[in-house]
């Protein structure tokens, strides 16, 4: 195997290159939720919502480490899942840590029946719409819910049409292309 053959992974060529038969890059940063007791729970739901996406893998608390951590023995520790191709990881740390708003995941959508798709999963069975695109879903994880093109819209030459963009935004709770796009073309929609 040469130096041209193995995948870029941000990092030097593998010392023992013909052990391996092939190459994984393991991604850099995983996020990673923490949960009470119901990590299990949510990332069935996500894995749900989410299209290309899987559990990867569960591991349970033993007795060692439940002792140590105050969680029953044989109870999900923690669930290793993809969310469209992203890794992430959750854990059942139990209540002392809460998600807040100071986190968020943005989901990019190309088309309105997409945005309005991924709104309606996430901010269902008790979750919170708030405002700009922003929601709360049933377990208190914060999400944007955006057109894919909206940093072009709020960042274009023309500082006008900018701020027509952020003006009609400010008055959305779930966001509308249609409404986001006349307001940068200046063009006034109703209802």
Request: net charge positive.
């Amino acid at each position: 195997m040469t130096r041209g053959s193995v995948p870029d992974c941000g990092g030097p060529p593998p010392l023992f290159p013909g052990l391996n038969k092939q190459i994984n890059c393991m991604q850099k940063i995983t996020p990673f939720l923490w949960f009470n007791d119901n990590a299990e729970q949510a990332v069935k739901f996500y894995v749900s919502v989410f299209k290309k996406s899987k559990i990867l893998k569960i591991t349970r608390y033993d007795d060692g480490s439940s002792k140590a951590s105050g969680r029953p023995a044989g109870s999900v520790m923690t669930v290793e899942f993809e969310l469209n191709g992203q890794p992430f990881t959750a854990l059942n740390g139990g209540p002392h840590v809460k998600f807040t708003d100071a986190v968020s995941f943005v989901v990019h959508c190309r088309t309105q029946a997409e945005l309005d798709h991924y709104w309606k999963k996430l901010a269902g069975g008790g979750g919170q719409e708030i405002q700009c695109g922003w929601l709360k879903d049933k377990y208190g994880l914060s999400w944007q819910i955006v057109p894919e093109n909206l940093l072009e819209l709020l960042s274009g030459k023309d500082p006008a049409k900018s701020q027509r963009v952020m003006a009609a935004l400010m008055g959305m709770v779930k966001l509308d292309i249609k409404k986001l796009k006349a307001a940068y073309a200046g063009k006034t929609k109703k209802g």
